[in-house]
């Protein structure tokens, strides 16, 4: 795919629109690699990774930003986080059960979508979308409704070795635009494009052809990258959401603790003392 992994935004000034790009490439292969996810699966991870991504574009601060749920269907669970920085980290399990369809209901079952918005420096925000729409763009168009009240559009698609994705929104402002049809011409244009064309062809290409009628900003392009977030400290602090009398009944069978991060694999060990210290015995009074 054209541009690897990237995230770019552009304005179509005159018309009170933004609009992002996104490409997973290389980083979203690794991410897959060795876990023979069905065709239905590894495209519903590399949409929700894809659109965790979108919507940092559209944070007012410095945090991260996580689309999350859990399934009563073949997937259990299902999330995605992204960071302003436009690193993320995402993973979906399943249970053993055939994949029938792309449905997001087959696939998750009676579930919720929640999108939550953490600031580094502030109050976290949880927005939770009822599971109606039968995939994740239009799930997220309700979103945006719901939350901000903003017309929004999404456009995914994605094949065994990367994704792509496009959000357009219309901006508080478009309401006093004289031009009340350019929403609906700028979204119908974007539909018209394939695959092919968008693996094919970069970001400022694609902007052209489609806007070429319009005023276009086109923003530096970001990296994308992979990044995890655990670390000891926030393994511990699980042991603690655990409780002492669960945990010390672990180490009655197990020398040590071990938590793997179901993100990248990282591995964590916690011995009797670490437990003590965490719980605050064994420190000196
Ligand atoms: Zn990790």
């Not at 929403?183 to 064309?197: C, G, H, I, K, P």
């Not at 042991?239 to 938590?259: R, T």
Request: glycine share 6%; charged share 25%; hydrophobic share 40%.
């Amino acid at each position: 795919m054209v541009e690897g992994d990237t995230f770019q935004k552009f304005m179509l000034d005159a018309l009170e629109i933004r609009g992002e790009w996104v490409r997973l490439d290389d980083s979203f292969a690794e991410l897959c690699q060795n876990k023979n996810y069905p065709e239905s699966l590894r495209k519903l991870l590399a949409e929700t990774t894809a659109a965790s991504l979108l919507l940092t574009g559209t944070l007012k601060f410095e945090g991260r930003l996580s689309i999350h749920a859990r399934g009563s269907g073949p997937v259990s669970l299902l999330m995605a986080e992204a960071t302003h920085e436009r690193a993320y980290r995402s993973i979906v399990n399943h249970k053993a059960e055939p994949f029938e369809s792309d449905d997001l209901n087959h696939l998750l079952g009676k579930a919720q979508l929640a999108i939550t918005i953490e600031p580094d420096k502030g109050q976290r925000y949880q927005g939770i979308v009822p599971l109606e729409a039968s995939n994740m763009g239009d799930c997220l168009v309700q979103y945006f409704d719901m939350s901000e009240q903003l017309d929004t559009f999404f456009m995914f698609d994605s094949d065994a070795n990367g994704c792509f994705g496009l959000m357009l929104q219309k901006l508080p402002d478009y309401r006093s635009i004289q031009d009340q049809d350019a929403w609906d011409r700028v979204t119908q244009l974007a539909n018209t494009l394939s695959f092919e064309e968008v693996s094919g062809h970069d970001n400022e290409t694609l902007t052209h052809r489609l806007y070429h009628e319009e005023q276009v900003s086109l923003f530096a392009q970001e990296p994308v990258r992979f990044q995890c977030t655990c670390s000891p400290e926030r393994s511990l602090a699980s042991l603690n959401a655990l409780g002492h009398d669960e945990v010390l009944d672990i180490l009655e069978h197990e020398a040590k603790v071990a938590i793997d991060c179901q993100f990248c694999g990282a591995h964590y060990e916690f011995d009797r003392a670490d437990v003590n210290a965490l719980f605050g015995l064994g420190k000196m009074h």
